[in-house]
C-alpha cells in the first residue's frame, strides 16, 4: 500500500502539534508548513524586549516540527498576505484580525503547496467552537471551500463532529482514531498531549499573531488614518510593534524606544527616518514618521524626546536631530516639555 502524505499548517501551537501527531500515529507522512506573515509575535519582539527575555527564544512552529521529528517548511507570504488584512471579505473580529480569510488564505496556500508536492491531503489544528469567530462550525465548511481544499482537508481534533472527509473515505486514516474536541475547554487537548507524552508545548494561541492584539490595531487603524489610504510595507508593521508611539500632530509621529534593546533595533532604520538622541543625558533614540517637518514640529519633537530621557528634570537637554541625507546632525538645547503638556491624546 502506497503511504499517504500530509501537509499539515503548523502555528506553533499545541493544538496544530496534537493534530499532526494523531496522523502521523496512523502510518501517514506529514511535512508541515508555516506562513511568515509579518504579524507573528514570536521571535522578534521576544528577542528584542528586556521583559521578554525570559520567554525562550525559539521559534515554536520550528520547536514543534523538531519535537514531532517532521519537515517544516517556512513560506513568507509578507507580500500576498496583505490583501487578506487590507479588504477581509468576511470582515474583522474583535481587532484588526482577519482571521477567517487568515484561515482560508492559508488553507488555500496549503492546497497549492500539497498539489504542487504531490502530496494527498491537509492537516489543520482547528477545533469548533474554540474562536469566536473562525472556528465556528458554520466557517468550517466555508474555510474548506473558499480555500478550494473542500474535503481533503482533514480537522483530526474534531473529525468525528463533522462530515467524513477524503482520507477518511478512502482508509487513509481509520476516522474511530480520531477526535470529537469542541468548545473552549482546553482539557482535552491537555489530556491528549499527555497521552503523546508531550509535556513542553507554547501556550494556546492568541498571543501568537499582533493582529488581535487592541494596541497594536489601534496603531495600524492609525497608520492607515494618517496615510489617507490603506496600505503597509514590512517596515512599516515591524515597527509598530516597537516602542511608544505619539502622534503630537496629525503629519508626523513619534516612536520612541523604550529601553536600550528597542533603541538597537530603532538604530537599524536611522537612514530612513529622521531621528533624534539625546546627548546630554541618556535617553531613548526616537524615528519621527513623517514630511515635510518645520523647525517648529522638530523643536516640539526634541522636547518630547527630552521628556523621555534621563534629563526630564534638567532645565536644558542637549539634543541631536539628524535627517535623511544630513552629513551633520543638528544640534538644540531645549527644555524637555513638562510632563503635563505630553497630552494623553498622542498616544496612539
Ligand atoms: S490570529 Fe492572526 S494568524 Fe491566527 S487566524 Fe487570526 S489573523 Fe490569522
Redesign the pocket.
Known amino acids: 500500500m502506497t503511504q499517504r502524505k500530509a501537509v499539515a499548517l503548523i ?1 506553533g501551537g499545541l493544538d496544530s502539534m496534537l493534530a499532526t501527531r494523531a496522523v502521523m500515529e496512523q502510518g501517514v507522512h506529514v511535512e508541515g508548513i508555516n506562513f511568515f ?1 509579518g ?2 509575535v514570536e521571535g522578534h519582539t521576544h528577542a528584542i524586549r528586556k521583559q521578554d527575555r525570559a520567554k525562550p527564544k525559539r521559534n515554536n512552529a520550528l520547536w514543534v516540527a523538531e519535537q514531532l521529528g517532521i519537515r517544516l517548511h517556512i513560506v513568507d507570504i509578507v507580500e500576498e498576505y496583505k490583501d ?1 488584512v487590507l479588504n477581509p471579505q468576511h470582515g474583522y ?1 474583535a481587532n484588526l ?4 480569510d ?2 482560508i488564505f ?1 488553507v488555500g496556500k496549503a492546497r497549492e503547496w500539497m498539489e504542487a508536492n504531490g502530496f494527498d491531503f491537509i492537516i489543520t489544528g482547528e477545533v469548533i467552537g474554540q ?1 469566536p469567530k ?1 472556528q465556528r462550525k458554520q466557517t468550517m465548511p466555508i474555510v474548506a471551500r473558499e480555500s478550494g481544499a473542500d474535503d481533503l482537508l482533514l480537522r483530526p481534533l474534531c473529525a468525528r463532529n463533522l462530515a467524513p472527509t477524503v482520507p477518511e473515505r478512502e482508509g487513509w486514516v481509520d476516522r474511530e482514531q480520531l477526535f470529537n474536541f469542541s468548545g473552549r475547554s482546553r482539557k482535552p487537548q491537555m489530556a491528549l498531549a499527555e497521552r503523546f507524552g508531550l509535556e513542553d508545548y507554547a501556550q494556546p ?2 498571543g ?2 499582533f ?2 492584539d487592541e494596541s497594536y490595531s489601534r496603531k495600524l487603524a492609525d497608520l492607515w488614518q494618517h496615510r489617507g489610504e490603506k496600505r503597509y510595507e514590512l517596515d512599516d508593521i515591524m515597527l509598530l510593534k516597537v516602542g511608544r508611539h505619539l502622534r503630537p500632530r496629525p503629519h508626523f509621529k513619534l516612536i520612541v524606544a523604550r529601553e536600550e534593546g528597542e533603541s538597537r533595533f530603532l538604530q537599524g532604520y536611522r537612514k530612513q527616518f529622521t531621528y533624534l538622541e539625546t546627548l546630554s543625558h541618556g535617553g531613548p533614540l526616537t524615528l519621527v514618521e513623517g514630511d515635510e517637518l518645520s523647525a517648529e514640529d522638530l523643536t516640539l519633537a526634541a522636547r518630547i524626546v527630552a521628556r523621555f530621557s534621563q534629563g526630564r528634570d534638567a532645565e536644558c537637554v542637549e539634543v541631536a536631530i539628524t535627517q535623511p541625507g544630513d552629513v551633520e546632525p543638528r544640534r538644540l538645547s531645549i527644555a524637555p516639555l513638562p510632563a503635563d503638556d505630553v497630552e494623553q491624546s498622542w498616544y496612539v
Open positions: 502555528s506573515t504579524f507573528c487578506v473580529g484580525n482577519p482571521c477567517l487568515c484561515k492559508m474562536r473562525s494561541a492568541g501568537c499573531c493582529l488581535t
